[in-house]
């Protein structure tokens, strides 16, 4: 079961300017002995949440659960949790600024993609095709995937590439990073 909004406020405090996470002093309601909150309000309170990275994520652990910090950070902000996914705008996952935070569907955050660190051309949908001695371009739609055409030089193929990017709507960022 996911905690709730409302126990993330309880619990929590969230900068959007910094995108950081701290831990809130606890009071006498919170459901545990006095001797345990004053010992957790010494070590704690006031003082960032710790939090460990996974795959360039930040995460931390709440009431025996992992949270990714960039969800707990737009739920506070916000106050709901993302339907969706949630995209860092700069591709930095570990920065969790609300201006870098966006809700977006599979397929937007698909546009906003760092390159791969298997592409060969330094191109998203830029490849060398050997067979034609040319520059094969394509691009996804969504819908289909579409073949922009083969040239022989490769800033004309990246000059295509960008131009279909434009208009199947990607995100200026994709495949910068």
Not at 25 to 44: L, V, Y
Not at 45 to 50: I, L, Q, S
Not at 149 to 159: D, I, M, T
């Amino acid at each position: 079961m996911t905690i709730s909004v409302d126990e993330l406020h309880e619990i929590l405090k969230y900068d959007p300017d910094t995108g950081s996470l701290t831990w809130r002093e606890r009071t006498d309601s919170f459901p545990a002995p006095i001797t345990s909150i004053r010992i957790f309000n010494s070590k704690f309170a006031n003082k960032p949440v710790y939090e460990e990275v996974h795959k360039g994520y930040r995460r931390i652990r709440l009431f025996g659960k992992s949270y990714k910090s960039h969800r707990v950070a737009w739920a506070m902000h916000h106050g709901a949790w993302p339907e969706d996914q949630i995209d860092h705008i700069n591709g930095i996952r570990s920065d969790n600024r609300i201006d870098n935070l966006r809700a977006v569907t599979q397929f937007e955050n698909s546009r906003n993609m760092k390159i791969p660190s298997k592409n060969m051309s330094g191109v998203i949908g830029v490849a060398w095709d050997k067979l034609n001695w040319k520059w094969r371009v394509s691009i996804g739609t969504g819908k289909e995937h579409i073949y922009l055409g083969y040239f022989k030089s490769f800033e004309e193929a990246v000059s295509v590439r960008r131009s279909a990017e434009v208009k199947y709507g990607y995100h200026p960022n994709h495949g910068k990073r």
